[in-house]
């Protein structure tokens, strides 16, 4: 089995919400166009992955408020491609396959066990 299917299988088995297409982010942009007459405007989000894809939502800019927050906090996000789902990862304790920056994912630990 490569180490592209392990890591697939190991996120999908450990990280709760995760299928075997998720993956780490490790960059995130904010585009923001501006609304006329004081509308709220459209937002998109351009996520970087640790496989190097890039991947764009639109979320609403109620929704971008709680992503920034994610993104501020002390939290590791994995981007699901296939479920459209961004996860946060350490939003209180740590989970023991977030612990090292330079691992995409839970291999790093023997089961992805959490502290």
Do not use: C
């Not at 490569?2 to 960059?27: C, D, F, M, Q, W």
């Not at 764009?56 to 800019?61: L, M």
């Amino acid at each position: 089995m490569s180490k592209l299917a392990t890591r697939r299988s190991l996120y999908a088995g450990n990280v709760p919400g995760a299928s075997e297409e998720a993956r780490r982010v490790k960059i995130m942009n904010a585009n923001w166009i501006a609304g006329a007459g004081g509308d709220d405007g459209d937002v998109e989000l351009m996520i970087v992955t640790s496989d190097d894809r890039r991947h764009v939502v639109a979320p609403s800019p109620a929704a971008m408020t709680a992503l920034v927050a994610f993104a501020q906090a002390d939290t590791v996000l994995v981007w699901d491609t296939a479920e459209r789902r961004l996860i946060a990862a350490n939003l209180r304790g740590t989970m023991l396959w977030t612990e090292d920056p330079a691992t995409p994912g839970p291999e790093a630990t023997l089961q992805g066990q959490s502290r």
